[in-house]
């Protein structure tokens, strides 16, 4: 059974990305995209740090060949991500539903809260 376990990885900012997000800020509230009753799997998975929402693409975190795992030994960091920053520190972030979304998108809205505004959009469309 042991060999049929995935390695972990680890996820975490780039040390820019890190500084940028503060000392005193932890990742929170990490979700994964919602696992649909059509039998789709986990296409991202989001965490909230600051003022960021942190999107990682969960089959480049799962592909252990993938180029951001090269030159790494022991434990690997995933640092393919996408970061969506606001300007208000973020309360929560996590994807919409398949079945609320507006467009016929193959991904999953991501909903971002903060204490005064709630906003959502397609992460296809972010870099």
């Not at 503060?22 to 919602?34: I, V």
């Not at 640092?79 to 309360?91: A, E, F």
């Not at 972030?93 to 016929?104: I, L």
Request: glycine fraction near 4%; proline fraction near 4%.
């Amino acid at each position: 059974m042991g060999n049929r376990i995935s390695a972990p990885r680890l996820l975490k900012l780039t040390p820019l990305d890190s500084h940028l997000a503060g000392t005193n800020n932890k990742f929170h509230n990490a979700q994964f995209s919602w696992v649909t009753e059509n039998g789709k799997q986990e296409r991202h998975l989001v965490a909230t740090v600051g003022k960021f929402s942190v999107i990682w693409n969960f089959q480049q975190v799962k592909d252990g060949s993938h180029e951001c795992y090269r030159h790494q030994e022991g434990l690997k960091s995933c640092y393919c991500y996408k970061i969506v920053l606001k300007d208000d520190s973020i309360v929560d972030s996590c994807f919409m539903h398949d079945k609320f979304a507006v467009t016929d998108s193959p991904e999953a809205p991501l909903v971002i809260a903060t204490p005064m505004k709630v906003s959502s959009f397609s992460i296809s469309s972010r870099r």
